[in-house]
Nanobody, 116 residues
Framework: QVQLVESGGGLVQPGGSLRLSCAAS????????MGWYRQAPGKQRELVAT???????NYADSVKGRFTISRNNAKNTVYLQMNSLKPEDTAVYYC??????????WGQGTQVTVSS
């Protein structure tokens, strides 16, 4: 059974930092790309960042230079380091895995609120 469990969200002031973690189980983690998405109130879920099994990364333009995605295959965990946070980064952040047959699996989400 695939499980993705996010942690690390919270309330932070503009300009601050947070690190999100996503612990995966039930998959051969090191074999697969992983991703982070976010969904703000009233908006569609959007891609934030992805990382391949080999460590290649891709970012949404809105977070380039501020966010860093990384992975630790020994811990079956993917991270999202978020720096220079802005109020518009406020959203629920979700970890994502796409199965080889194209099914999307999601974690429960973790709330990130950027506010003074």
């Amino acid at each position: 059974q695939v499980q993705l469990v996010e942690s690390g969200g919270g309330l932070v002031q503009p300009g601050g930092s947070l690190r999100l973690s996503c612990a995966a189980s039930g998959i051969l983690f090191s074999y697969y790309a992983m991703g982070w998405y976010r969904q703000a109130p009233g908006k569609q879920r959007e891609l934030v960042a992805t990382i391949t099994s080999g460590g290649s990364t891709n970012y949404a333009d809105s977070v380039k230079g501020r966010f860093t995605i990384s992975r630790n295959n020994a811990k079956n965990t993917v991270y999202l380091q978020m720096n220079s946070l802005k109020p518009e980064d406020t959203a629920v952040y979700y970890c994502n895995w796409k199965s080889p047959v194209g099914s999307d699996y999601w974690g429960q989400g973790t709330q990130v609120t950027v506010s003074s």
